[in-house]
């Protein structure tokens, strides 16, 4: 996408070191249209002061190198595309071997176990790395995969994929083991489970405390993301994270419940998660990032959704950042647009169906860089030609979109949405993850098969009203990347051209 390729150019001088430090946003952030005071009276005040604050107002500490040895286990039943629904529980050694087990199930919640994978290898941290900023790459090899059926119905499904694609002579049994890959003979049937570690390829581990309360702090460690065609994961470096795996050894007051449950799991004897009923998916009202968000294409971002009480438009704020904790403001957008809600996916459980339209949209450039690249673009593609300014925002809508960020107006997108509530009883609000490969959602069987990190309700509802369309717009895909974006040659020659020119507006 035009938009991912541009700001990988703008972002990759930052790539050699990560400041390390708060996660509150710096005297940069005072030209965010979300700080300034016009918006405050629409927005609620809470709305603001969580994006001010993310990580729940935690200080937030990068370790670099990350020292990954310990017990990692899920918080929450992952989605995966496809759909997979997991838990992970991954324990990682001095030695550098690992032993790594996925658990898997029927539903959407992690109550009814199917399959259970150990993974066994090495894993060696090498250099930070140069295309995710914050991020550390690392190498492993696996040593062996066993796998472990829980029902007869897993057992008859995987039979049948192993014999046809493997050759596998005999029907796989309940509650015994078969091993998948074997190193030392050269062994491989992972191919039909859709089977990588290729998320072992990047890593970040993040330390979230308070000043003065020691026993707050908790660890993450973020593996790499997956890429979301299936059969392109063995193959897929990645650009983006999964979702964090919290550290049991700090989990001091086990206020982790699913941590608990899953890190007592094995392969012959898996965890089930607590039952529990989908929550009906309402979206009025506001919703806010509760972490710097990373995508494909070295983005790092925040985003404001506010769904009117009208029930059919909608609007969101988008904030670009440089740096991996959300602190070195790029530019920001607006999104206005209309959408309606479908019914429940019968491809994905717990998931509901709704189409987006964005219609208005304006962006307002928040470094020199952004707005010397704007500003290089002629005639009617992205505003008024030459007239970009700092810090001042503009309505690109009657230019159809910014061809220089690589967005086009109207759009209209598929998207999944789900809700849950947290461990403190607060809405989430999850949407359909974007394409590894850049592409739009524009059609219905494009449609996401999992989610993006979610968002957390700050406000049950605003005014409703259409005069949200006063205050900007712009074209932005409501996931963090552009719903419109198209790849354009034109733009990747101009995002080569360009790259002295970023290199002398950013040092």
């Not at 429940?344 to 860089?369: C, H, I, N, Y």
Request: charged share 20%.
């Amino acid at each position: 996408m035009e938009l991912l390729l541009l700001f990988s150019v703008i972002s990759f001088p930052f790539a050699v070191r990560l400041n390390v430090g708060s996660a509150a946003g710096s005297s940069l952030n005072s030209v965010s249209p979300l700080a300034s005071g016009k918006n405050i009276g629409r927005h609620s005040a809470e709305c603001h002061h969580m994006l001010k604050h993310l990580y729940n107002g935690a200080q937030v500490a990068v370790h670099m190198p990350p020292n990954i040895t310990g017990q990692w286990v899920s918080s929450s039943c992952e989605v995966r595309p496809g759909p997979e629904f997991l838990t992970r529980s991954y324990r990682f050694y001095h030695n550098h071997t690992f032993n790594a087990l996925q658990f898997y199930y029927r539903d959407n919640h992690c109550t009814e176990p199917t399959y259970s994978l150990l993974i066994q290898g090495t894993v060696h941290v090498q250099q930070a790395s140069w295309v995710i900023r914050g991020g550390t790459e690392a190498d492993y090899e696996l040593h062996r995969v066993l796998l472990f059926c829980h029902t007869s119905e897993a057992a008859r499904d995987l039979s049948a994929k192993l014999r046809r694609d493997c050759g596998l002579e005999e029907a796989v049994k309940l509650e015994e083991s078969y091993e998948l890959w074997d190193h030392a003979t050269g062994r491989d049937c992972t191919g039909p489970l859709g089977f990588s570690m290729q998320e072992l390829l990047l890593l970040r581990v993040e330390r979230h405390y308070r000043h003065g309360d020691p026993d707050s702090q908790t660890k993450e460690l973020l593996l790499g993301d997956l890429h979301t065609d299936v059969s392109r994961r063995k193959v897929h470096k990645p650009s983006s994270y999964q979702p964090p795996l919290q550290s049991i050894k700090h989990d001091h007051d086990h206020s982790c419940i699913v941590c608990q449950i899953v890190s007592r799991g094995s392969l012959q004897q898996p965890p089930s998660l607590p039952p529990q009923a989908n929550v009906p998916v309402r979206v009025q009202g506001h919703w806010v990032s509760q972490r710097c968000e990373v995508r494909p294409g070295i983005l790092f971002l925040t985003r404001h959704f506010v769904f009117n009480r009208d029930g059919h438009t909608w609007e969101g704020y988008y904030q670009h950042y440089s740096d991996p904790v959300c602190r070195l403001p790029t530019f920001s957008m607006h999104a206005i647009g209309h959408y309606s809600q479908g019914q429940p996916s019968a491809r994905v459980m717990g998931g509901t169906e709704f189409v987006f339209t964005v219609t208005q949209m304006k962006v307002t450039p928040l470094d020199l860089a952004t707005t010397s690249l704007l500003n290089i673009f002629s005639g009617d593609e992205c505003g008024t030609e030459g007239s970009w300014r700092l810090g001042v925002q503009q309505d690109v809508t009657p230019t159809a979109g910014c061809a220089a960020l690589g967005i086009r107006l109207p759009h209209t997108e598929h998207e999944l949405f789900r809700m849950e509530r947290d461990t403190y009883g607060r809405r989430l609000l999850y949407n359909g993850q974007r394409p590894t490969n850049g592409s739009s959602p524009d059609q219905p069987h494009k449609r996401a098969s999992s989610y993006q990190p979610s968002l957390v309700q700050c406000s049950p509802g605003n005014h409703g009203g259409t005069n949200t369309g006063r205050e900007g717009d712009q074209h932005f895909r409501l996931g963090g990347g552009c719903h419109g974006c198209h790849s354009d040659r034109r733009f990747h020659l101009f995002a080569l051209l360009i790259w002295p020119l970023v290199i002398l507006q950013i040092m």
